[in-house]
């Protein structure tokens, strides 16, 4: 069956432009995930759905950084103004419940 | 908080030699230990895992044991193959595997010669 798919699965941008970010589950799964990938930092856990809630947001970066899940289904990662320091590839995964996460293949940003 | 531990190489070994990659892990609860693989080119993959103290973990040929005593879970392989060449990472969830982010280590980059 069909993976975790994000989109654009690579994305320059200029300084201060502001991103978005897609992810699509694998169908039927209620809990979503995104994480950061950088060489300095490793695999950086952000925020996670539940259905459509995010019960805990401490782990974005900034106040720039935020996410949407709609319908159970979809999410969205926007960057607003982004920076350098925002470079990195963005991980997507999805699980049943509390169950194994599955990794979609990340969006590589680079931000000139 | 929560943190996992792991040699990160690169570690390089010809083919059929064996293999450890150390893992230890610091957690509040009783937390899931997974190992993910990321191929060149490919996304993480899901290659083992262990939900309780003294579970063995296994597949294509890996190994790891979830030792509570020594707070380690260990990837390990009795011959390893080219094929295997990869990033391995060791992770742990303090939520019973899902419900809540994962923390990874660093990552060991393994190089198989042949």
């Known amino acids: 069956g069909a993976g975790v798919s994000q989109s654009p699965s690579n994305k320059v941008t200029e300084k201060g432009k502001d991103v978005e970010l897609r992810c699509d589950p694998i169908?039927?799964?209620?809990?979503l995930y995104w994480y950061r990938q950088s060489l300095g930092q490793g695999l950086e856990f952000l925020i996670y759905?539940?259905?459509?809630?995010?019960?805990?947001k401490s782990g974005l970066p900034s106040d720039r950084f935020s996410a949407e899940r709609t319908g159970g289904s979809v999410s969205t990662l926007t960057i607003q103004r982004t920076q350098q320091e925002d470079s990195a590839v963005y991980l997507c995964?999805?699980?049943?419940?509390?169950?194994?996460?599955?990794f979609g293949p990340g969006t590589r940003l680079l931000v000139l | 908080g929560d943190s996992v531990t792991q040699m990160e190489g690169p570690v390089t070994l010809s083919e059929e030699a064996f293999l450890t990659i150390n893992c230890t892990y610091t957690?509040?609860?009783?937390?899931?230990l997974f190992w993910y693989v990321q191929y060149p080119g490919e996304g993480l993959q899901l290659l083992l895992k262990?939900?309780?103290?003294?579970d063995k973990g296994s597949n294509k040929g890996f190994e790891a044991t979830y030792r509570k005593e020594t707070t380690s879970f260990h990837l390990e392989k009795g011959s390893v193959q080219v094929s295997d060449s990869a990033v391995y990472f060791c992770?742990?969830?303090?939520?019973?595997?899902?419900?809540?982010?994962?923390?990874f280590g660093k990552g060991t980059h393994l190089i198989i010669q042949p």
């Open positions: 262990a939900t309780k103290a003294d």
């Open positions: 759905f539940q259905g459509n809630s995010a019960p805990d």
């Open positions: 992770a742990l969830s303090d939520s019973g595997g899902g419900a809540d982010g994962l923390t």
């Open positions: 169908s039927g799964h209620t809990a």
């Open positions: 957690a509040t609860g009783y937390p899931s």
């Open positions: 995964a999805s699980s049943l419940g509390i169950q194994t996460q599955y």
